[in-house]
């Protein structure tokens, strides 16, 4: 497979600081071309949000440089790559929590990361920055970790109701604060011409799937260029509209 990627990041209007971090890294391989896609949300309650994300980001960068080829390797399976990245976020954790203790603070990440390799792509999630599948539908493949989606789940609050409560943002895990990890853990098969699309919560509060999905309808020709224009465009769509968090998005497409 071979893959085009653009992504747009965002201040917002109101933040003081950009606490998104993201990463986009690409290999040749000798299963062929692999991508791994990365956005962390540090979060912007609690108190250097960046600092979090931004470690995050570093040590998956580590690792796809150096305890990837290790994987490839050796015997590279589904249940390998989500104990690696398992391990990898667990340390993180401890890391982030150690800091946080030794200085008083507190502080905290979300963590989407997307992996495309030998036909299939791999998704770890922890909070509610989301990862959606365009395959002429848009399709969002993974679950908000959020009281919200909780209370929904549940059957104890309507969309309707969800949109309005106080604690609509309020997280169930995150990377560095809590004691209790438990990532999604999703994979599927690529094809080409599919999109992905991995955002943090303030590219999609105040915009629509069908607007999403409209930004990504690409003519029969494009570039990385283009894809890039079209999330600056909803980003600016987001803006206009009073979204007061920090816009990030990544936009991975599959390519014949």
Same mark, same amino acid.
């Given at each position: ?15 003081? #600081? ?12 000798? /299963? ?28 998956? #960068?580590? %690792? ?17 790559? !989500?104990?690696? %990245? ?40 922890? +909070? ?26 549940? +059957? ?7 949109? !309005? ?12 604060? +809590? ?8 994979? +599927?098969? @690529? ?26 309808? @690409? ?17 600016? @769509? ?9 816009? /990030? #998005?990544? %936009? ?5």
């Amino acid at each position: 497979m071979r893959y085009l990627s653009a992504f747009y990041t965002d201040i917002g209007t109101q933040k003081k #600081s950009n606490q998104d971090s993201l990463l986009i890294q690409e290999a040749n391989t000798a /299963t062929g071309t692999t991508l791994l896609a990365v956005l962390c949300d540090g979060l912007g309650g609690l108190q250097k949000g960046e600092i979090a994300s931004a470690e995050m980001i570093k040590a998956f #960068s580590a %690792w796809f440089q150096y305890q990837y080829p290790v994987l490839l390797n050796q015997r590279f399976t589904a249940d390998v790559l !989500k104990e690696s %990245w398992s391990k990898l976020v667990s340390e993180t954790h401890r890391k982030l929590t150690a800091y946080g203790k030794t200085r008083g603070l507190s502080l905290g990440t979300t963590v989407e990361a997307v992996l495309f390799c030998e036909k299939r792509y791999y998704v770890f999630h922890i +909070g509610d920055c989301r990862v959606y599948k365009k395959t002429g539908v848009l399709q969002q493949i993974t679950k908000d970790q959020t009281y919200i989606q909780q209370e929904m789940d549940y +059957g104890r609050m309507t969309l309707e109701e969800a949109i !309005k409560d106080p604690k609509r943002n309020m997280l169930l895990q995150c990377v560095g604060a +809590g004691n209790y990890l438990a990532p999604d853990f999703i994979q +599927g098969e @690529l094809a080409p011409e599919q999109g992905f699309l991995i955002c943090s919560d303030g590219f999609r509060h105040v915009i629509s799937t069908g607007e999403i999905a409209e930004g990504m309808r @690409l003519p029969s020709s494009y570039h990385e260029d283009l894809m890039r224009k079209r999330l600056e465009g909803l980003t600016e @769509l987001c803006k206009q509209r009073g979204e007061k968090d920090n816009i /990030t #998005s990544i %936009w991975i497409q599959v390519c014949r």
